[in-house]
Structure formats: structure tokens, C-alpha cells
């Protein structure tokens, strides 16, 4: 059983940069492989970014590549995803999701796919 509480979010002017904060509670976190989802209003859920639970595999959509990194903290059982050049499009709801990790390596995009999810965290990027 893992417990996700995200942080971080917040109103920013287009241009800037957020870092959100996903906090995990579980003795075998290291061992959860992670994931960032958003939701705009009026919109489905979608994938941001995944890493895998060694840290060694991350895997971005489109829309943020470039622009965004996903990192963790096994140790302080973290998962980070810094944002730059934040755009209006970027507004939405941030999910932080966890699923087992097959192996070291393993990367998860499909939001079938995760079994927690945390309560998410709000960004609102102003043109």
C-alpha cells in the first residue's frame, strides 16, 4: 500500500517554473515505479512523465518534453517534476500515480496501468 501527497503547485506567469513534489509513504517505495498525470478542466486525464523505480529510465509526453524533468528520492521516498517554460496550456491539475515495478527499468505511461493515486496538486499558468 502506498499513500501519495502531492505539493508544489501554484499560480505562475507563463515563462516560469514550478517544481511539484510528490511525498510516498511505504517501506518499499524504491521498488514503486512513478508517474505524473494533469487534467485541465473540460479535458481527460493525460500522461506528463514516468520514471522508472531505479531512476534510470524516465519517459515524457510530447507536450512537456524539453521543457520538463521527472526525478526521485528513494531514500526520502520523493518524486519531483520540475517545469520550465511554463505555457497556459500547462494549467491544470497534476496527479502523482504509483504502480510495482516489474524491474529495474520498468516505465509506466498508461494510466490503467498505476494502482495509487494522490490527490493532485492545482497549476494555473497566466498568459
Known amino acids: 500500500q502506498v499513500q501519495l501527497v502531492e505539493s508544489g503547485g501554484g499560480l505562475v506567469q507563463a515563462g516560469g517554473s514550478l517544481r511539484l513534489s510528490c511525498a510516498a509513504s511505504g517501506r518499499t517505495f524504491s521498488r514503486y515505479a512513478m508517474g505524473w498525470f494533469r487534467q485541465a478542466p473540460g479535458k481527460e486525464r493525460e500522461f506528463v512523465a514516468a520514471?522508472?523505480?531505479?531512476?534510470?529510465?524516465?519517459r515524457y509526453a510530447d507536450s512537456v518534453k524539453g521543457r520538463s524533468t521527472i526525478s526521485r528520492d528513494n531514500a526520502k521516498n520523493m518524486v519531483y517534476l520540475q517545469m520550465n517554460s511554463l505555457k497556459p496550456e500547462d494549467t491544470a491539475d497534476y496527479y502523482c500515480?504509483?504502480?510495482?515495478?516489474?524491474?529495474?527499468?520498468?516505465?509506466?505511461?498508461?494510466?490503467?496501468?498505476?494502482?495509487?493515486w494522490g490527490q493532485g496538486t492545482q497549476v494555473t499558468v497566466s498568459s
Open positions: 520514471i522508472s523505480w531505479s531512476g534510470g529510465s524516465t
Open positions: 500515480a504509483a504502480t510495482v515495478g516489474r524491474y529495474r527499468d520498468y516505465v509506466v505511461m498508461a494510466e490503467k496501468e498505476y494502482d495509487y
